[in-house]
């Protein structure tokens, strides 16, 4: 069956590596922060100012003042630092983020990636976002593969605003785990119990399927 969004963390959660710095975006990325792998450490950063984020807090460890960039309540780490969010940016714009995992609308087969404005609705900003995928050379995308109305978020071009250019290197949608290479979506990784036509129905851009296809493993 199809990866729900906690199953799309904890398979992303396994890209990360021993001492990587980490920006976790809005959305489905934030639940990466509970599947860190055990035996590792990895530093994730917010950009409103926090580097050493910990886990989604249990009840009664839930502080208001303490929040990501989602607004959402989070813990801290030992030794966790707390700043100014000029100071996160100028950590994400010097390249110091090692990996980066990002909620998307829209991804292209080219790398291209539109996460940021629906035309028509109002929005708070851009966020963090450009500043992100201009910045950070590892960088994957979470999200479902198909929006609301059905629609295929895997495009040969995005239609909506861009974010950015030719950027993503990865994307796990509930359907499987898609390397992005050569200017087409290569299916590495399927969702248990999920066939080959039902992703070919839901992908627009250029698939190309792994010779040695695999099973995503949680």
């Given at each position: 069956m199809a990866l729900?969004?906690?199953?799309?963390?904890?398979?992303?959660?396994?890209e990360l590596k021993d001492g990587y710095y980490v920006n976790l975006g809005?959305?489905?990325?934030?639940l990466v922060a509970n599947y860190i792998p055990a035996g590792i450490e990895v530093i994730l950063q917010s950009e409103?100012?926090?580097?050493?984020?910990?886990p989604f807090p249990v009840e009664a460890e839930i502080d208001a003042d303490l929040i990501n960039a989602g607004k959402q309540t989070v813990t801290?780490?030992?030794?966790?630092?707390?700043?100014?969010?000029?100071?996160s940016f100028a950590m994400i714009r010097g390249g110091?983020?090692?990996?980066?995992?990002?909620?998307?609308?829209?991804?292209?087969?080219?790398?291209?990636i539109a996460n940021w404005k629906i035309p028509?609705?109002?929005?708070?900003?851009?966020?963090?976002?450009?500043?992100?995928?201009?910045?950070?050379?590892?960088?994957?995308?979470?999200?479902?593969?198909?929006?609301?109305?059905?629609?295929?978020?895997?495009?040969?071009?995005?239609t909506l605003p861009i974010t950015g250019?030719?950027?993503?290197?990865?994307?796990?949608?509930?359907?499987?785990?898609?390397?992005?290479?050569?200017?087409?979506?290569?299916?590495?990784?399927?969702?248990?119990d999920v066939t080959i036509e039902e992703v070919q129905a839901k992908t627009l851009g250029k698939l190309?399927?792994?010779?040695?296809?695999?099973v995503i493993e949680l």
């Open positions: 729900d969004k906690f199953g799309i963390a904890k398979r992303i959660a396994k809005i959305g489905i990325p934030t409103n100012g926090l580097l050493g984020m910990g801290t780490i030992k030794g966790a630092s707390l700043f100014s969010s000029s100071d110091h983020m090692d990996f980066t995992v990002l909620g998307a609308m829209e991804v292209a087969e080219n790398g291209d028509g609705k109002m929005v708070k900003g851009m966020g963090g976002a450009m500043d992100l995928v201009a910045s950070t050379k590892n960088i994957i995308v979470a999200m479902m593969q198909t929006n609301p109305k059905g629609e295929s978020k895997l495009l040969q071009a995005c250019k030719a950027c993503i290197n990865r994307v796990v949608t509930d359907l499987g785990f898609y390397e992005i290479k050569d200017g087409a979506f290569h299916l590495l990784e399927i969702a248990p190309v399927i792994a010779k040695n296809l695999k």
